[in-house]
């Protein structure tokens, strides 16, 4: 085969890959819009929904404002938009993984699955954890520590810049034994630098959740606290990991 035969080779094969991609995005859009539509039609039962956490939590007589003449159409409309993405995301990712699946060998696609999968299940359990579990507690703090003759009213997007900021940190977090898992994989860190430094990872685990929750210490710990937990599973997962494939070497 001559150089020009495989040059003209290599382009259709980048071409070809290319409109593979483009197919992918394409989906992968068309999902996050078909599931747009009905919660964009929604869209103020469900801003609602995520708001109840703190209305359920405020002072009677008092309520959440919209400070911009256009918040109490842009903010449901944001929440619409990250919602559609929100429950698309594991076609999403299906359509990247039909994308990339192709170039990786048995054993790596074997790896790979459970921790694609995990993923997606370990980010929705620290949505709903922090939906569930952290807001209650924490909006129940924040409303009842309000100087005399202050009364607590919250932009309605400003709300929902916090709500979405923590989601994304909760469910982020959660994602530690993934990480832990695919670190002590490749070889990158041994499972026993993880075990011998959990003092360090445990200050540094505060660290992280002091930047990311709000400036109490009561958001800051129950960030930190399941992080640490889920670090200790990612070590445990780790060194099963490590011996399943000893034996089997």
Known sequence: MSGDEREELAEGSLISHLVELRDRLLRALIAVGVIFVPCAIYSNELFTLVAMPLIEKMPKGTSMIAT????PFIAPLKLSLFAALFVAMPYVLFQAWAFIAPGLYKNEKRFAVPLVVSSIVLFYCGVAFAYFIVFPVMFSFFTTTAPAGVQMMTDMANYLDFVLLLFFAFGVAFEIPVA????????????ETMTKNRGYILLGIFVVAAFLTPPDALSQTFMAVPMYVLYELGIIGSRMLLRKRAAAE
Do not use: E, N, P
């Open 68 to 71: 911009s003449l256009v918040s």
């Open 180 to 191: 832990t898992v695919l670190l002590a994989a490749t070889g990158m860190v041994k499972v």
